[in-house]
């Protein structure tokens, strides 16, 4: 029982970190049309730049706060250098083709990802460190027993919890929100509209951004930090995604807590080894039974 | 696919025969290894000229491919005793049945729903060699080579080395795979592909089953990666570490900085890529780096060519050295 508890808490928390990591990559999938490979690697490095300001003597909350503001700015970095050139490239030979216009953004996000891990392999010489955790990682104690849960999980699933908030209020009350909506959902009639679509374009890579680099620092004080290993952390972000529906906020969140869980249970009941095969199992019967996810719209499978 | 055998595909294939032969009479060992790895990749490569530039279907998975020839060849070799040449097309069979399996899946599948199912199949397929240790040998794999040169090939052409014995086995593989790719290309599969990745509905109104030539484009390029996998395992061991999903990026950068839809592209990809470490040595020799930025800087490299290829010169190396020339598209 207390097995199963435990299994239960670690899943939710990191249940929660999965579904930051699927909010910001149903974010620039809704606001730019592109599956973000290099969104963890934004984060990884994020994270290096706030684990190197703590070690240097900066209190942690200073660090979490300059890590988003680098997450934000490396979002939008990334779309004013690379995703804006090359969407204007449509009418190339390369891209000429709905297959070819989902793949080749893609690619390049590899590429992205490629040079974040090798800039912080150069600048932090790639030793695997630890990142702190602003409260205690240790079963908490209540009354003499030791709960299932530590105060840390709890901290995430807080902060998560008040992000997920602070989202939906932006998306549903805010006037930016609703142009993001209306972008996401008929780029055309957007802009005809006097939406400003490639600045709303942007700003979803920037809030993406800043969503990855919260998730990048609240994974890593039980990862540890090195230049590759959020990759995983990407991998289930995607499979959350697809799971819950790679347009549907709420389903991205929903596939991030169902795959922690399952993911956790995996880890206590069987063997952390199984964790890949349990994804891709997971992954597959997602896509042959309910290929759009479990909130996803039908057209969004764009074909 | 044999239908449309072209004596110039034929001419070309002996051409590259020779010129390879050539360079690895002439080039050291360690250099005729890196060749070795250059010809194997060029194969594996092929498989992605395939399927995403022949047919638009991407994959971060011709790794896990890979892995399954390998493993394949390596089981045969052990368990069945046979020669390194018959496991090798053994595994290639084997390969084809995989990406069938694969393909039946992957043709639902597009863009980036297809990207990243196959980048969890890179990660998924090498941990089930640790999950079934006693047949797949687990972290540490199972050792295998090409065996000793053939006493009457060393009699015809003199003392054979180790590496140049490796060089010379896989060889005929890769001109193979070669003459096999440039068919395809100037077929009528080739054509129906490329109507599948131009326009799917159009595709289909003239008479083409688009399910069907995904899938078939799968078996196809998984019987490329297969050929690759079994030749790149049989140079010493296969294991998780020899097949990790660096291997699948590495061939997926390859084929995008030679030129996605170019036979001659892979070929240049595969040699960039491999060669692209020693390149950066050479030049940057002399400038004392430390040590962590020399290990990064071919990484870093091939990140910034891949997006300066991706928005600049999509159509690679072999798109920019034929700009002036009508393209097959």
Redesign the interface.
């Known amino acids: 029982m207390e097995q199963f508890l435990s299994a239960v808490f670690a899943g939710t928390a990191s249940g929660s970190i999965y579904a930051l990591v699927a909010l910001g990559l149903v974010l620039v999938?809704r606001g730019a049309g592109?599956?973000n490979?290099a969104q963890m690697g934004q984060a990884m490095f994020s994270t290096y730049v706030a684990s190197t300001m703590i070690i240097n003597g900066y209190s942690y909350w200073i660090a979490f706060f300059v890590a988003l503001a680098v997450g934000t700015a490396l979002g939008t970095a990334v779309d004013l250098l690379?995703m804006r050139?090359?969407s204007g490239?449509r009418s190339?030979?390369?891209?000429?083709?709905p297959?070819?216009?989902?793949?080749?953004p893609?690619?390049?996000s590899?590429?992205?990802?490629?040079?974040l891990?090798?800039?912080a392999?150069?600048i932090w010489?790639?030793e695997e460190r630890g990142f702190p955790a602003p409260v205690n990682t240790l079963g908490l104690t209540i009354g003499g027993t030791v709960m299932p849960f530590t105060a840390f999980d709890l901290f995430v699933i807080g902060i998560v919890l008040v992000t997920l908030i602070i989202t939906t209020i932006f998306f549903q009350k805010t006037g930016m929100g609703l142009a993001m909506r209306a972008s996401a959902l008929n780029p055309e009639v957007a802009r005809l509209s006097g939406i400003r679509t490639s600045s709303v374009r942007t700003l979803s890579w920037a809030i993406s951004g800043a969503a990855s680099s919260l998730a990048g620092l609240l994974v890593t004080p039980n990862t540890n930090l090195s230049p590759n290993t959020l990759?995983?952390i990407l991998?289930i972000g995607?499979?959350a995604t697809?799971i819950g529906g790679?347009d549907s906020l709420p389903g991205g969140v929903l596939g991030g807590f169902i795959l922690g869980l399952v993911i956790s249970f995996v880890n206590v009941y069987s063997s952390p080894?199984?964790?890949?095969?349990a994804?891709?199992a997971l992954?597959?019967i997602v896509?042959?039974v309910r290929?759009q996810g479990i909130l996803g719209s039908k057209e969004a499978?764009?074909? | 696919m044999f239908k449309h055998f072209q004596k110039g595909n034929a001419i070309k294939s002996l051409i590259f025969f020779a010129l390879i032969f050539y360079f690895g009479k002439v080039f050291d060992p360690y250099n005729q290894g890196q060749l070795s790895v250059v010809l194997i990749y060029f194969i594996g490569i092929l498989s992605i000229t395939l399927l995403?530039g022949l047919s638009?279907?991407?994959s971060?998975g011709q790794g896990a491919l890979m892995a399954v020839g390998g493993y394949t060849c390596a089981l045969v070799v052990l368990n069945l005793g046979l020669s390194y040449w018959q496991s090798i097309i053994i595994s290639a069979v084997v390969s084809l049945i995989a990406g069938w399996l694969l393909g039946i899946?992957a043709a639902?599948?597009?863009?980036?729903?297809l990207?990243?199912?196959t980048?969890?199949?890179a990660?998924?397929i090498p941990?089930?060699a640790?999950?079934f240790e006693s047949v797949f040998g687990g972290d540490v794999g199972l050792s295998v080579d090409f065996g000793n040169p053939p006493e009457w090939l060393s009699g015809a052409i003199g003392e054979i080395g180790y590496e140049q014995w490796q060089l010379f086995a896989i060889l005929p593989f890769a001109t193979i795979a070669l003459f096999l790719a440039l068919n395809i290309f100037k077929s009528r599969t080739g054509r129906s592909w490329r109507a599948v990745?131009?326009?799917?509905i159009a595709a289909s109104l003239t008479g083409i089953n688009v399910q069907r030539v995904k899938i078939f484009t799968f078996v196809v390029a998984s019987g490329f990666a297969g050929l690759a996998g079994a030749m790149y395992g049989l140079r010493g061991i296969v294991g998780p570490s020899v097949y990790p999903?660096s291997l699948s990026?590495a061939l997926?950068?390859g084929a995008?900085l030679g030129g996605?839809?170019s036979i001659a592209g892979a070929f240049f990809g595969a040699a960039l890529v491999v060669f692209l470490p020693d390149l950066i040595d050479k030049i940057t020799g002399g400038w004392e780096l430390?040590p962590?930025?020399g290990?990064?800087?071919p990484?870093?490299v091939?990140?910034?060519l891949?997006?300066l290829t991706?928005?600049l010169n999509?159509?690679g190396i072999a798109g920019a050295l034929h700009h002036h020339k009508p393209r097959h598209?």
């Open positions: 999938w592109v599956i490979f690379v050139p090359l490239k190339s030979a390369m891209l000429a083709s297959a070819m216009r989902g793949t080749v893609v690619i390049a590899l590429g992205i990802l490629g040079i891990q090798a800039a392999g150069m010489a790639a990759d995983l991998i995607f499979t697809v790679l080894s199984d964790i890949f095969l994804i891709l992954l597959l896509l042959l290929p499978r764009r074909v | 995403t638009g279907q991407i971060l899946t639902r599948l597009s863009g980036p729903y990207a990243g199912t980048l969890v199949i990660l998924a941990s089930l640790t999950r990745r131009d326009h799917e999903v990026l997926l950068t995008i996605l839809r430390a962590q930025v290990d990064y800087l990484a870093m091939s990140g910034i891949l997006i991706v928005v999509p159509a598209k």
